[in-house]
């Protein structure tokens, strides 16, 4: 059983890549084994060109560049006021961090969290360069960092309260059917669904207040996006079996969708949006380097579609390209 997302496990023969291998060693043939983006990866060109042929108003260069994650291209919509993602150092959330830096206009309030911010060398880097990001502890399964984080983000923005959460940070344990054990399914489901359902509720009278400022639905007002994945897609099963190595992950984020069902019917007289996210198959320490997407070329779709969501997408499943995920 190898442990990764929180613990280490990077580099090669981790994540996604260290599951491919291994089902190619037991014998399955790539085309036995069912891959996870059989028709990936489609060109986002939709958005792209749009993106470079925006020009750079607002003194942002119009492509960012994006350290380990690559150059990032501009989303082109305003998305929110203020944004806080969790698990912000690396991986997706670095780069969600990386994209609403260079988006035009950017959040007027970009709230980064992450574990360990004297750590987050990238984080601590784009501190000095933009005015509008803040460098926040949060791990997202001690009660104690959660009371903490709230109350320095209710100091952060005030009557405004707090436009999006994106409940990003997560792990993965590979374990099959023989390997899984009860301990690694209650760590995984304590870090990528009781930690979101946790959150969110802590962050909840921030999210209230956004939505009382603000009109319609979408990130814009008030939002909770929890990075979800396809492999909990119960539907998706049998055409996935790839994820069948992953039991703890896929379980915890089938149940993670549970959440999002149930904040999208609780919170919508609030006014407040909810869904579950699929990011794509993307490297990164989780993914790894297997995976058919990267990091700059997912960013600014999952942006642009988060700019898009309206109240017909509360309680949805949706990929990086707005396109719906079977629950
Ligand atoms: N990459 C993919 O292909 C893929 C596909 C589908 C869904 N997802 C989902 O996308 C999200 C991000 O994945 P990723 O690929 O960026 O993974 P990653 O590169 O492994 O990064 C995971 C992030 O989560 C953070 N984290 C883990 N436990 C935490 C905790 N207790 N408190 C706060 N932060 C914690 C990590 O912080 P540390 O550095 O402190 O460990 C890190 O910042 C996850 O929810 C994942 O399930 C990813």
Redesign the pocket.
């Known amino acids: 059983m190898l442990l990764?997302?929180?613990?280490g496990g990077r580099g090669v023969g981790s994540?996604?890549a260290g599951l491919v291998r291994r089902a190619w060693l037991r014998g399955a043939p790539p085309g036995g084994v069912a891959w996870p983006f059989k028709n990936l990866p489609r060109v986002p060109a939709r958005g792209r060109r749009d993106w470079l042929a925006d020009g750079a108003p607002g003194g942002h260069p119009a492509i960012l560049p994006g350290g380990s994650g690559g150059a990032m291209t501009r989303p082109p919509l305003p998305l929110c006021g203020s944004i806080l993602i969790?698990?912000?150092?690396?991986?997706?959330?670095?780069?969600l961090v990386r994209g609403l830096l260079a988006a035009s206009p950017p959040p007027d309030l970009v709230l980064a969290?992450?574990?360990?911010p004297e750590k987050a060398q990238e984080l601590q880097q784009l501190r000095k360069q933009y005015d509008n990001i803040r460098v926040l502890q949060?791990?997202?399964?001690?009660e104690k960092s959660i009371k903490a984080v709230v109350k320095e983000v209710e100091d952060l923005v005030g009557e405004k309260g707090l436009n999006c959460l994106v409940?990003?940070?997560?792990?993965?344990v590979c374990a099959t059917l023989d390997e899984v054990t009860s301990e690694t399914m209650l760590t995984v489901y304590e870090?990528?669904t009781v930690?979101q359902l946790m959150v969110t509720k802590a962050f909840l009278p921030l999210l209230r207040k956004a939505a009382k400022n603000g009109t319609g639905m979408g990130c814009h007002r008030a939002s909770i996006i929890n990075?979800?994945?396809?492999?909990g897609s119960i539907q998706l099963v049998d055409a996935k079996k790839l994820y069948l190595q992953v039991y703890p992950?896929r379980i915890a984020?089938t149940a993670l969708n549970m959440v999002t069902k149930c904040l999208a019917a609780d919170l919508k007289s609030d006014g407040i949006l909810c869904i579950s996210l699929?990011?794509?198959?993307?490297?990164?320490?989780?993914?790894?380097e297997m995976?058919p997407?990267k990091i700059q070329d997912t960013i600014p779709e999952i942006l642009s579609m988060l700019a898009r969501l309206r109240e017909e997408h509360n309680g949805s499943f949706l990929d990086w390209q707005g396109e719906t995920v079977p629950w």
């Not at 949060?138 to 001690?142: E, Y």
């Not at 990075?227 to 492999?231: A, Y």
């Not at 699929?278 to 790894?288: E, L």
């Open positions: 990764f997302g929180a613990a994540g996604w969790t698990g912000s150092n690396r991986g997706i959330g670095l780069g969290t992450c574990r360990y949060l791990d997202v399964v001690s409940n990003n940070a997560g792990i993965n870090t990528n930690a990075v979800s994945s396809e492999s992950y984020k699929h990011p794509g198959w993307i490297q990164t320490d989780m993914g790894g995976a997407l």
